[in-house]
T-cell receptor, first 113, second 115 residues
Framework: DAGITQSPRHKVTETGTPVTLRCHQT?????MYWYRQDPGHGLRLIHY???????DKGEVSDGYSVSRSKTEDFLLTLESATSSQTSVYFC????????????FGPGTRLTVL | AQSVTQLDSHVSVSEGTPVLLRCNYS??????LFWYVQHPNKGLQLLLK??????LVKGINGFEAEFKKSETSFHLTKPSAHMSDAAEYFC?????????????FGQGTTLQVKP
């Protein structure tokens, strides 16, 4: 398995509070991604990074920000959590030299009350 | 714009019978296509991938898929279902142009395997 960990694995928070999810990789890959998974929608891209300090938006980026200060860590922040952000969040890394083969972390289940 | 449509949200088969999960895609470019599997409360695992080489692609656990450009399809099959195959399956298309590496997921197909 690709060396990807996510923390926390489960979190319950209240509306309006800030939340940060962490993705950590041991593969030293350049590209990292954050997705959210909701029933009936598959996975949707929130943000991605193509290098340290280089990030861009995905299709559902509103209400989320990201940061990448080191190759191995990619942080997803919900500045002020809302109930619509209750979801399962997956981090992924892209295998170099492939046509976008991605490996996924174990996921973080976030509940916003 | 690229898109993926999984034609069945739920498929039920008996153990030992064939599995067919259907996927159609839309892409302006030469696509890369993937099938991922997700067991309950688990992460996603890559089953197989098409990247413009052979059109019949073999994956793990006896699964295979055939890329048919004329039909814009990438259906997943397995000759004989096993109880452990019960899971959710995602058909995924990747943009090849540019360098962003965005994956576009279908809505998923839940496979139920009955004893």
């Amino acid at each position: 398995d690709a060396g990807i960990t996510q923390s926390p694995r489960h979190k319950v928070t209240e509306t309006g509070t800030p939340v940060t999810l962490r993705c950590h990789q041991t593969e030293n890959h350049r590209y990292m991604y954050w997705y959210r998974q909701d029933p009936g929608h598959g996975l949707r891209l929130i943000h991605y990074s193509y290098g340290v300090k280089d990030t861009d938006k995905g299709e559902v980026s509103d209400g989320y920000s990201v940061s990448r200060s080191k190759t191995e860590d990619f942080l997803l922040t919900l500045e002020s959590a809302t109930s619509s952000q209750t979801s399962v969040y997956f981090c992924a890394i892209r295998a170099p030299g492939t046509r976008n083969e991605q490996f996924f972390g174990p996921g973080t289940r976030l509940t916003v009350l | 714009a690229q898109s993926v449509t999984q034609l069945d949200s739920h498929v039920s088969v008996s153990e030992g019978t064939p599995v067919l999960l259907r996927c159609n895609y839309s892409s302006s470019y030469s696509p890369s296509l993937f099938w991922y599997v997700q067991h309950p409360n688990k992460g996603l695992q890559l089953l197989l991938k098409y990247t413009s080489a052979a059109t019949l692609v073999k994956g793990i656990n006896g699964f295979e898929a055939e890329f048919k450009k004329s039909e814009t399809s990438f259906h997943l099959t397995k000759p004989s279902a096993h109880m452990s195959d019960a899971a959710e399956y995602f058909c995924v298309v990747s943009e090849v142009s540019g360098n962003t590496g965005k994956l576009i997921f279908g809505q998923g197909t839940t496979l139920q395997v009955k004893p």
